[in-house]
Nanobody, 124 residues
Framework: QVQLVESGGGLVQAGGSLRLSCAAS????????MGWFRQAPGKERETVAAISWSGISTYYADSVKGRFTISRDNAKNTGYLQMNSLKPEDTAVYYCAADRSRELLLHRTHFGSWGQGTQVTVSS
């Protein structure tokens, strides 16, 4: 499996922006589908966005559609989540995940590799 490290989290005011990065190592990242997930205290881990190995196919949860953008740079072995117009309800620990697949993967049970998570806090 691939090893993943997230970065870019922090504290931001409502309406602000953050860009999360997910650096991959250990395997050929371009062979892996990738996803971003988040988990707020007392809640289940939910899918935020997903992207296919090629970057052609993407998926967004309704709650972030139009505000978040998932992307990847396979040459740099890095995935990204650009988050704009942040809301207090976006506050959570954000995780990137990957698994070797040519398909777009959506559910957390589809992913075998996970990062350690990065905290995003949006103040009102």
């Amino acid at each position: 499996q691939v090893q993943l490290v997230e970065s870019g989290g922090g504290l931001v005011q409502a309406g602000g922006s953050l860009r999360l990065s997910c650096a991959a190592s250990g395997r050929t990242f371009s062979s892996y589908a990738m996803g971003w997930f988040r988990q707020a205290p007392g809640k289940e881990r939910e899918t935020v966005a997903a992207i296919s190995w090629s970057g052609i196919s993407t998926y967004y949860a309704d709650s972030v559609k139009g505000r978040f953008t998932i992307s990847r740079d396979n040459a740099k072995n890095t995935g990204y989540l650009q988050m704009n117009s942040l809301k207090p309800e976006d506050t959570a620990v954000y995780y990137c995940a990957a698994d070797r697949s040519r398909e777009l993967l959506l559910h957390r049970t589809h992913f075998g590799s996970w990062g350690q998570g990065t905290q995003v806090t949006v103040s009102s």
